[in-house]
């Protein structure tokens, strides 16, 4: 696990379009997930950031989302692979 959260702080273009409170709701969302050993990406943050901002409807995000998680699942049957 990252030994700080501190997301706004790793990437800070991705929240400087935010309102206070969307900014807070977008780091509540990862947090407990973090906490838990999950390894947050930049582009986790900024699919979310660009849903929260209106970049994106639910549509591409959910888009997105299933992308991600589907090269996760690809690299980790190699990985496997491998061993």
Request: glycine share 2%; net charge negative; hydrophobic share 45%.
């Amino acid at each position: 696990m990252d030994e700080a959260f501190a997301i706004q702080e790793r990437w800070p273009e991705l929240f400087a379009p935010l309102s206070t409170v969307d900014q807070q709701a977008v780091a509540s969302a990862f947090a407990t997930r973090w906490q838990e050993g999950w390894t947050l990406s930049r582009e986790d943050v900024e699919n979310l950031t660009d849903y929260v901002r209106g970049a994106i409807d639910k549509d591409e995000y959910d888009r997105r989302a299933t992308a991600a998680a589907e090269r996760v699942r690809v690299m980790d049957l190699w990985l496997a692979s491998q061993e």
